[in-house]
């Protein structure tokens, strides 16, 4: 296989992979003119339509779908395999790419960027917030941050915290209009601000547990939103209750007398954040040493 060829196929996956020119044109440093050349030429040399392309949307045709399921594995395996070498040299250098939720970015991850570039300067990380359980082997990141209990299979974890608390929360002016619910099967009465999950598409079923009882509710609402901040502003405004475990925010406002915590009797505890990577893959001393960062091992001893 020619260079050119390689890097056309490359461009292809990218593109399928992001669903955009613009976003995987990104990912590779190139414009996203560039990009569409590239595409083009791959297409003409085939002598075959791979894309339906729209102002709005990008998306593979029946081709390019059987072209893309063929060539991603291998693309994913010779990048693992310049990975592998690189770590066999002991190179902590290169591109990192996590996936992670927007809580581990303001708990974890933002208060030690200027720690982990010091001492390894030669290392670009590449940070997606991403508040949905996005694949990250289909997404190509080296690694992702999630939940614990919501981590994709065959992966190899690494706790960064200890266990969280869900608490469920509304303005007081939500609560004065619609009152206060004393049991988990009063929220049907009330409007709940909805977690999706991407997995399957589903809302988050919030599940409850009190003296051993333990249920789940499906809740309605006005606002379903994967993202976590939405969530909390959304009953910062009064829209209705939430259920949470991303603390940092939610605990100002109680603190300040602009959200009021209900059901903390039936609230339970969630593993605490984990970082993933798949079992197949041998981690990157880059990772390595950002694992290392995120858990101040890295930290002289005092």
């Keep these: 296989m020619r260079g050119s060829d390689f890097a056309e196929l490359k461009a292809f996956v990218a593109v399928v992979e992001r669903a955009s ?11 996203p ?6 595409i083009r030429q791959l297409e003409a040399r085939l002598g075959v339509r791979l894309l339906n392309r729209t102002t709005r949307s990008v998306a593979p045709t029946a081709a390019g779908t059987q072209l893309h399921e063929r060539m991603a594995p291998l693309i994913r ?7 592998q070498a690189c770590a066999a040299a002991s190179q902590t250098g ?3 790419r996590i996936n992670t939720l ?7 991850i933002a208060p030690r960027l200027a720690r982990f570039h010091r001492a390894h300067p030669d290392v670009v990380l590449d940070i997606v917030v991403d508040d949905a359980l996005s694949d990250i082997v289909a997404g190509r990141f080296d690694a992702g941050i999630r939940v614990g209990g919501r981590l994709e299979k065959d992966m190899i974890a690494v706790r960064l915290t200890p266990d969280v608390k ?23 009465n009330h409007s709940c601000i909805n977690w999706r999950l991407r997995a399957d598409g589903s809302p988050y079923r919030w599940e409850f ?18 993202q976590a901040d939405l969530g909390a502003e959304a009953a910062l405004q009064g829209l209705g209750i939430l259920y949470a475990f991303d603390h940092d925010r939610i605990d100002d406002a109680i603190a300040q007398g602009r959200l009021v915590q209900v059901l903390a009797d039936w609230s339970i505890s969630r593993p605490g954040l ?29």
Excluded: W
């Design 21 to 31: 020119f613009a976003r995987a044109a990104e990912f590779l440093g190139l414009s």
């Design 33 to 38: 003119s560039a990009l569409s050349q590239t």
């Design 77 to 83: 395996d010779m990048d693992e395999a310049v990975a």
């Design 94 to 96: 290169g591109t990192l």
């Design 102 to 108: 927007g809580m581990a970015v303001r708990q974890i």
């Design 166 to 188: 869900m608490i469920a929360v509304a303005s007081p002016e939500y609560l004065a209009h619609k009152g206060t619910p004393r049991a988990p099967d009063d929220l049907h």
């Design 209 to 226: 547990e009190k003296k051993g009882k333990r249920l789940e509710v499906s809740v309605a609402g006005v606002l379903t939103t994967n």
């Design 274 to 302: 984990f970082l993933y990577y798949p079992n197949r893959r041998h981690p990157r001393p880059a990772l390595g040493a950002f694992i290392d960062c995120l858990l101040d091992r890295d930290m002289p001893a005092s």
